[in-house]
């Protein structure tokens, strides 16, 4: 079982990135999958989720109207849509999945990690 993170990059503030995460041995349709981030000297927060079996989402103050979450299930690959970056947004992300198809802004109910992706918003 792999979850693997992409997407991530350089960008100056107000740029958009997209970051996909890709699962392999197992069919994310009945996952919750949370995108979260983790600053240096900063704790680890929920940015994004989505609860694929209702489906639902969740966004962070931060997130809300800047960040978009969606699932493709044909691609077995969740999505964040990063729009107006600000260099607070600075960070490595990371995905995760619980089973039993909840989110929680609590990373340890996820099941799943994927490795990170770098996320530099330049001012």
């Known amino acids: 079982v792999q979850l693997q993170a992409s997407g991530g990059g350089l960008v100056q503030a107000g740029g958009s990135l997209r970051l996909s995460c890709a699962a392999s041995a197992f069919s994310l349709d009945h996952y919750g999958i949370g995108w979260f981030r983790q600053a240096p000297g900063k704790e680890r927060e929920a940015i994004s989720c989505i609860a694929n079996s209702n489906p639902t989402t969740y966004y962070a103050d931060s997130a809300k109207g800047r960040f978009t979450i969606s699932s493709d299930n044909a691609k077995n690959t969740v999505y964040l849509q990063m729009n107006s970056l600000q260099p607070e947004d600075t960070a490595v992300y990371s995905c995760?999945?619980?089973?039993?198809?909840?989110?929680?802004?609590?990373?340890?109910?996820?099941?799943?990690w994927g490795q990170g992706t770098q996320v530099t918003v330049s001012s």
């Open positions: 995760v999945a619980d089973t039993r198809g909840f989110y929680s802004t609590d990373p340890l109910t996820y099941d799943y």
